[in-house]
């Protein structure tokens, strides 16, 4: 591969793909007529539903997700064919490498959902150490009896940046109102790390029936789940993988690695010629630079920025004196390094006040910032 981008973290295609499209997973039993191995886009329900019935889970998966506001603009459905006695979970692993391989629009897709609440046992292992490879997320939700245990222990099992896990109660059942696929139209809607993955507010889910010590307990385990917070509103708890990184942070740095090798690739197949020497060494910089530069404050918030709006990062390009001569001899720049402060979010809040009896002087202008 003629461009690399590799981002590490100091806090624990070719073609950039939809960060906010939602490939819903599925079955569905062959007599209902669903479009079979082929995934197709859907932009509403009414469109959806000539295709899926109102029954089917891939139907429900994609209501939750459209009823999210503000909305994705559409939502990816792909039905694969299972063998009707002897089912394996690699039918679903093989279904997405086809799929993937097939190159086009079948690979702009980012969050992956899983509809079948009665999986083929191993289905959600199968897609965790699927997703582990791609630059992608998986979504997962908890099956209907699982308990609290049961999903510490699976995300135990996992432990990877790529794999959430949803716990509700009502998974599984008549009542699920399908919290997984609510939360991928809701974050789906919003730019890559723009939106904190915590304290964040969905239409349709209700609050789960666990105490405060089983969504301790969850929490813990860096599984997500909802509750009603101290004022009375309904949010998401953790918002870690099964890591415990930050989802927003790993989306965040999934867009910025493709934005930055969209960039070199675009550069490099528009222009004759990028010279090697400290001129063009210096371009390839700046198409860092600009990728930094948009992900530093508004719409994304993936670079944090100091009070004057500068962005917290340095490129440091090498000089060409500097780099092995085998190197420029194969014509390859072996590291062209960045460093960025990320943004993150803020999840608590520690406010220390008086009340006093004296006269305080009251705050006028413009607040300006102060270090104690």
């Known amino acids: 591969m003629d461009v690399v981008v ?12 939809d960060f ?17 191995d ?26 939750a997700l459209f009823s999210q506001i503000p909305r994705v603009q559409d939502v990816a459905i792909l039905d694969v064919t299972r063998d009707a006695t002897n089912p394996t979970p690699t039918e679903l692993s093989s279904a997405l490498n086809t799929l993937l391989d097939g190159g086009g629009i079948g690979t702009e897709w980012y969050f992956l959902v899983y509809a079948d609440r009665e999986p083929v046992p191993g289905d959600r292992d199968e897609l965790n150490d699927w997703i582990g490879a791609q630059e992608r997320i998986y979504l997962a939700s908890s099956f209907q009896n699982e308990t609290v245990a049961d999903l510490v222990a699976a995300a135990s099992t996992y432990v990877q940046n790529r794999t959430f896990i949803f716990a509700h109660d009502a998974a599984g059942t008549d009542d699920d109102e399908f919290f997984d696929a609510a939360f991928a139209g809701r974050v789906g809607a919003k730019y890559p790390g723009s939106v904190n993955w915590r304290h964040l507010m969905l239409n349709g889910i209700s609050e789960p029936g666990y105490t405060a010590t089983e969504r301790a307990t969850l929490e813990n385990g860096n599984v997500m789940t909802y509750w009603k917070n101290p ?31 969209e960039r070199i690739w675009d550069a490099l197949s528009q222009k004759d010629k990028i010279p090697y020497d ?27 920025q100091d009070l004057d709006g500068n962005g917290l990062y340095q490129v440091r390009p090498p000089r060409r004196k500097d780099i092995d001569p085998l190197d420029v001899k194969n014509r390859i720049l072996p590291n062209l390094p960045f460093v960025a402060t990320a943004a993150g979010a803020i999840n608590k809040v520690v406010v220390n006040g008086i009340l006093t009896e ?10 300006t910032y102060t270090s104690s």
């Open 6 to 17: 590799n981002i590490s973290n100091t806090l624990a295609a070719v073609r950039r793909k």
């Open 20 to 36: 906010g499209r939602t490939l819903i997973l599925t079955s569905t039993d062959p007599s209902l007529n669903c479009p079979k």
């Open 38 to 63: 082929t995934m197709k886009i859907y932009e509403d329900l009414s469109d959806l539903a000539k295709d899926w019935p109102e029954t089917t889970n891939a139907y429900k998966a994609a209501q």
């Open 231 to 261: 004022v009375g509103l309904l949010v998401t708890t953790g918002g870690m993988a099964t890591s415990g990184f930050w989802g927003d942070l790993q989306r965040a740095i999934d867009y910025l690695v493709a934005s930055i090798r």
């Open 278 to 304: 400290d001129t063009g060494i210096q371009y390839l910089a700046s198409l860092v630079i600009q990728a930094l530069e948009i992900a530093t404050g508004d719409p994304y918030y993936i670079v944090a």
């Open 358 to 367: 004296e006269y305080i002087e009251p705050m006028t202008g413009e607040y």
